[in-house]
């Protein structure tokens, strides 16, 4: 079966700690480095999603942009 374009699945393992390490492949597609710092976001039902890097900069705008100044 043919992978969809731009689609990638690996496998992690949860250490004793409860650490998981990121496969290298991914890491390099990714950008991620050593202390980088990811957003985990988890639904109970659909499961665990790491969305990209710059993330939180993104969802902090959203919130904080509402049009509206306080005074």
């Known amino acids: 079966m043919k992978r969809p374009e731009g ?5 992690a393992t949860v250490g004793e700690k409860g650490q998981i390490v990121i496969p290298k ?3 390099e ?3 991620i480095k050593p202390g980088d710092t990811l957003l985990l976001l988890g639904d109970e039902t ?3 999603a790491i969305p990209p890097k710059g993330t ?3 969802l902090f705008q959203m919130m904080f942009d509402s049009g509206e100044t306080k005074k």
């Open 25 to 27: 492949p991914a890491r």
């Open 46 to 48: 659909r499961g665990i």
């Open 7 to 11: 689609k990638y699945a690996w496998t």
């Open 56 to 58: 939180f900069s993104e």
């Open 29 to 31: 597609l990714f950008g």
